[in-house]
């Protein structure tokens, strides 16, 4: 399924993470910068979080 996180602090970047490692297509936008682990795991950095919604099923924010 593909995902997408908008806003990546204490709590969601590690619920993304463990989303992406169930096999889940993951996009993502921050204001600041994406976490390199998020990146390394295969998430999509997104320039807003427009391009998030338009690229996933399900929006978490």
């Known amino acids: 399924m593909k995902l997408g996180f908008i806003g990546l602090g ?3 970047t590690p619920m ?3 989303l ?3 096999g889940h297509e993951l996009y993502v936008h921050t204001r600041s ?3 390199a682990v998020l990146k390394d795991a295969g998430a999509v950095a ?6 998030v919604a338009q690229q ?3 929006v978490f924010l």
Do not use: L, Q, S
């Open 10 to 12: 204490i709590m969601g």
């Open 16 to 18: 993304a993470g463990h």
């Open 20 to 22: 992406r490692t169930a």
């Open 33 to 35: 910068e994406v976490p």
């Open 46 to 51: 997104c320039a807003n979080a427009t391009e």
């Open 56 to 58: 996933a099923d399900i």
